[in-house]
């Protein structure tokens, strides 16, 4: 395995430490998130669309994005409106739920010497990520009121654009996702 730069931040060298002292389990873990990492943000990065994942990041601040999209189809949509508002609903309360969650786990976001993050944050902790949950939240909440395929394909790519972006690890994605996924699932059902 590589050798892997220190992150310039105090907290995050020592997350990484003990990240990468855990067990066996744990330090694979680590060590697969930071090589994914670094295959996003290095390798397969391309600095001319920066701008646009930029942009693109920026609409999923806050969950704006889905939250914008939901109360649109409410006002759009009469007929299907309780469903359109309850989406809603279930895409604010995952946000609420990951910005509790990430206050508990407290994780900083990666910060490497060789790969700074392109963007500012509205706080330094990282797992799991609110771009993938509140995204992952809507694309179940709202599918069956639009086709599920673009769905996730967009949070999908809200999700990567973070770890492009350089403010989130592989894992803070996957986390993010499950819970959004989750937590719709779970108020879909009758």
């Known amino acids: ?50 701008p646009a994942v930029r942009r693109f990041s920026a609409a999923g ?20 409106r309780d469903r359109w508002l309850r989406g809603t609903a279930v895409v604010a309360g995952t946000y609420a739920l990951n910005t509790a969650l990430k206050a508990v786990v407290r994780r900083p976001r990666p910060a490497l010497d060789d790969l700074p993050a392109l963007i500012a944050t509205p706080t330094q902790l990282s797992f799991p990520s609110a771009h ?18 673009p769905l996730y394909a967009v949070a999908t790519a809200m999700g990567l654009s973070r770890v492009a972006l350089g403010v989130h690890y ?15 699932t779970i108020v879909r059902r009758p």
């Open 132 to 149: 993938a949950s509140s995204s992952f939240a809507a694309a179940t909440a709202f599918r069956g009121l639009l086709p599920g395929g």
């Open 61 to 80: 601040e806050h969950a704006a994005c889905w939250l914008a999209l939901g109360l649109a189809g409410a006002a759009l949509d009469p007929a299907r």
């Open 1 to 50: 395995m590589a050798t892997v730069p220190p992150p310039t931040e105090p907290a995050a060298r020592r997350s990484l430490r003990r990240r990468l002292a855990g067990g066996r389990l744990a330090r694979a873990t680590a060590a697969a998130d930071l090589r994914l990492y670094r295959l996003l943000r290095r390798d397969l990065h391309c600095p001319g669309l920066t």
């Open 170 to 184: 592989p894992t803070d994605i996957l986390a993010g996702a499950a819970l959004g996924t989750a937590v719709a």
